[in-house]
Nanobody, 121 residues
Framework: QVQVVESGGGLVQAGGSLRLSCAAS????????MGWYRQAPGKQRELVAT???????NYADAVKGRFTISRDNAKNTVSLQMNSLKPEDTAVYYC???????????????WGQGTRVTVSS
């Protein structure tokens, strides 16, 4: 019922920056946590960063100090500012929202289709 769409991926040189955006849509009653995950070729999907509705954040060690997650509760959006990008950051990045719609009695995870980030060396 709640849909999520990512944008902002692309090709960037090592050391550069990208900003990913994610928008949740639908008859949203509330959203608990939102987050970004990524999956590199041949690897498992891993958590990148999460943020609660109150603004509490959590980052993977690999991106700590380089990435910043933020959200706009009024717009149901979440962003990921990625600085000092490394080739190891190359992956498809997925947005997640733990959301409840007006029609759902419980919170459910909504996943986007992903946006590709490629960091060249």
């Amino acid at each position: 019922q709640v849909q999520v769409v990512e944008s902002g991926g692309g090709l960037v040189q090592a050391g550069g920056s990208l900003r990913l955006s994610c928008a949740a849509s639908g008859r949203i009653f509330s959203i608990n946590a939102m987050g970004w995950y990524r999956q590199a070729p041949g690897k498992q999907r891993e958590l990148v960063a999460t943020i609660t509705s109150g603004g509490n954040t959590n980052y993977a060690d690999a991106v700590k100090g380089r990435f910043t997650i933020s959200r706009d509760n009024a717009k149901n959006t979440v962003s990921l500012q990625m600085n000092s990008l490394k080739p190891e950051d190359t992956a498809v990045y997925y947005c997640n929202a733990e959301a409840r719609s007006y029609y759902s009695p419980t919170y459910r995870d909504a996943w986007g289709q992903g946006t590709r980030v490629t960091v060249s060396s």
